[in-house]
């Protein structure tokens, strides 16, 4: 069975990203750590790409800021090697199809591996495509994580059919970022989720308050927030590990009061 | 078990958010029943020759054969379509889908600017509401372009983020498809980007070769012995070589921009420099590190300014059906001179890159050959900008 699924052993999940090396890994590391320790049931590794199409503004700055920051795909596994000596959640690799193609598919998925790696997230390689990297994960058991979106219509129940680890519902249209409003119908989304798979389903895209992610973990398995914590590290830098641990602790009552 | 579309040999396919995949399927499904809808094609072909004015001229430039002293020269005219350049082909074709798919706005994205103004220029026609990304760069370098697509009616946002230059422009008009969809057509430029987009522009701007095969056999009694045109994404090029590919005797030669030289990195020569990766939706060539990240790309020409190459040309790369030479900012800048002398054709900055080959081949063949250049836009947008690059400050 997937390692993920226990991060949906907690009651409802809160599931925090974090950009690799923004602006460093040693911070990268601390924040972690910090979101473990306040609570993050799995966290959402990313690993930084020069052209993020999926991203909006907050978190393209912190592909940019990581790159410039000199990191690179062996040193991410080398930190994540380090961090699973203490680090026991689910953790997941969110990145581009160029990043893992250009590694190597089956290189690539052998260090997830090895390193403790249990899923990966790759926005541009829609379900048409996962075969691309099919193959190999499933040899290094490494789930790939489906999205569905508010236009994925009759796509839900086929990419439902095939998921693994977790499926990623994507809340709204447009790019990663805040959102005062999240609009989209989830709880249709979810019915056809249920009605085709018992994986897991968690709602990302738009979501950086307490009240949004309890509303969002309620109609669905958990909340994933990203732009609101790159925001936290943006502003304190080496010091947001205990700002990003007081927001996760926050985040995880509020789903956890659903 | 999931199925791939859109494949050139390994190259293609369809890498885009799960949010675009219901759009570019319905986009495909209109398009394959457009394609052979005979109403639409009496309407496009009516746009193509009362509106854009095709078919364009191939043109015997009879002082440049004689200059160079080896084969003979045609220059396919698709500098004289309306707004200046080969991307009318296929905004129109584009548009007119689109507007039959009851969509009432375009985005598009635009390297040097000629893209842009055709989209805009299809818009006003078609009473469309536009929207152009431009990489900022590209703003300022092709600074009379944007008033163009102002004075035309659509918005101009200029892109910021990353280089700021066409390959940041496709990053971002993407972005902006997955924004707003239901209302909205994203008019890619090139023929590159998620299937449909390579098969639906090549198509679109097949009509260049479509033409000149039957005005070469009319003048020349023979098919040409070279096509040679210039590769940013590579519209223009897969337009000249299309209906060439099956005869196997006329060699199609892609001339890529390699700005400083191909042995800098000051290049965006790709299917020299690069190697095969996944962005902006396709498998083919792109300028990257060894991670797979995107290299910054440079080239004086804001048109050939990208850092990949649509997969139908990586795909006759392969089979070595067409050859890919590089061409040098200084190298394009002498031809953009030489030809404006020569044969009175200011040719845009891209075109010349193709000229420039042309002008190093010409000469080693037998004054019994026949060479076809494609002239894919004129120059007067690159005026300023070889006028700087000679030192010289005018004002545009």
Redesign the interface.
């Known amino acids: 069975m997937s390692n993920i699924r226990k991060a949906f052993e907690n009651g409802k999940a809160f599931i925090p990203f974090i950009t690799c090396g923004d602006p460093d890994l040693e911070t990268t590391a601390k924040v972690v750590r910090a979101a473990a320790d306040a609570g993050a049931d799995l966290i959402e590794l990313g690993i930084p790409f020069s052209d993020p199409t999926a991203e909006g503004p907050v978190i393209q700055g912190a592909n940019i800021r990581a790159l410039a920051g000199g990191v690179t795909t062996d040193k991410i596994f080398d930190f994540v090697t380090e961090l699973r000596r203490d680090v026991k959640i689910p953790l997941v690799f969110m990145t581009y199809a160029n990043v893992v193609f250009s590694y190597g598919g089956e290189r690539f998925m052998s260090r997830c591996k090895e390193s403790g790696i249990d899923g990966i997230i790759l926005p541009d390689l829609p379900y048409e495509e996962k075969d691309e990297f099919s193959d190999v994960s499933k040899k290094y058991g490494i789930d790939m994580i489906s999205l569905i979106a508010p236009t994925s219509e009759d796509r839900a129940a086929m990419i439902a059919k095939d998921a693994e680890g977790f499926i990623y519902i994507v809340s709204s249209l447009g790019v990663t970022g805040v959102r005062s409003e999240i609009n989209t119908d989830i709880s249709r989304i979810v019915k056809v989720i249920r009605e085709n798979t018992d994986v897991p389903c968690a709602v990302g895209f738009g979501i950086s308050e307490p009240r949004q992610a309890q509303k969002m973990a309620g109609i669905s398995d958990g909340a994933i927030v990203g732009s609101a914590i790159i925001k936290i590290i943006e502003q304190y830098g080496k010091d947001s590990p205990y700002y990003v641990g007081e927001y996760v602790r926050l985040m995880k009552e509020a789903v956890s009061g659903v | 078990?999931?199925?791939?579309?859109g494949r050139f040999g390994v190259h293609g396919?369809?890498?885009?958010?799960?949010?675009?995949?219901?759009?570019i399927n319905e986009l495909e499904k209109a398009y394959n029943h457009y394609k052979d809808d005979p109403e639409f094609n009496r309407e496009l072909t009516q746009l193509f020759n009362e509106y854009a004015g095709r078919p364009s001229l191939l043109y015997y430039a009879e002082k440049l054969t004689k200059e160079l002293g080896g084969a003979k020269i045609y220059l396919k005219r698709e500098d004289l379509n309306h707004t200046g350049s080969h991307k009318i082909n296929n905004v129109l074709g584009q548009a007119l889908l689109a507007k039959k798919m009851g969509k009432t706005r375009l985005i598009a994205e635009t390297g040097a600017g000629q893209h842009g103004v055709a989209t805009a220029t299809a818009a006003a026609l078609l009473g469309m509401e536009c929207v152009v990304f431009m990489g900022e760069e590209d703003t300022k370098r092709q600074a009379l372009n944007v008033y163009r697509m102002k004075l035309l009616g659509s918005e101009v946002i200029p892109v910021t983020?990353?280089t700021a230059t066409l390959?940041?422009a496709v990053?971002e008009a993407?972005?902006e498809w997955?924004?707003?969809?239901s209302d909205t057509h994203y008019c890619l430029g090139s023929v590159m980007g998620p299937h449909p987009f390579p098969t639906i522009v090549r198509d679109f701007q097949a009509v260049i070769s479509r033409e000149s095969r039957q005005q070469i056999l009319d003048k020349e009694g023979r098919l040409p012995d070279a096509v040679i045109a210039c590769v940013g994404g590579g519209s223009n090029a897969i337009g000249s070589f299309y209906h060439y590919i099956p005869d196997e005797n006329v060699r199609l030669i892609g001339c890529e921009a390699a700005g400083r030289g191909i042995d800098t990195f000051e290049t965006a020569a790709t299917v020299n420099t690069g190697?095969i990766?996944?962005?902006?939706?396709m498998k083919s060539y792109?300028c990257?590190d060894?991670?797979?990240?995107?290299a910054p790309v440079y080239s004086i020409s804001a048109g050939l300014d990208y850092p990949g190459v649509g997969p139908e040309h990586a795909y006759l790369h392969d089979i070595g059906r067409a050859e890919y030479v590089p061409v040098t900012d200084d190298e394009a800048v002498n031809a953009f001179e030489y030809l404006s002398r020569v044969e009175g054709i200011i040719p845009a900055i891209e075109s010349a890159h193709a000229v420039a080959y042309a002008m190093k081949l010409a000469p080693t063949m037998d004054k019994d050959k026949i060479i076809i250049i494609t002239i894919s836009g004129r120059g007067d947008k690159d005026c300023a900008a070889i006028a700087r690059y000679r030192g010289e400050d005018i004002y545009e």
């Open positions: 078990m999931s199925q791939s579309k396919g369809q890498y885009i958010p799960e949010t675009l995949m219901n759009a983020t990353g390959k940041d990053s993407m972005r997955t924004k707003r969809i190697k990766g996944i962005f902006h939706g792109f990257q060894e991670y797979g990240q995107i």
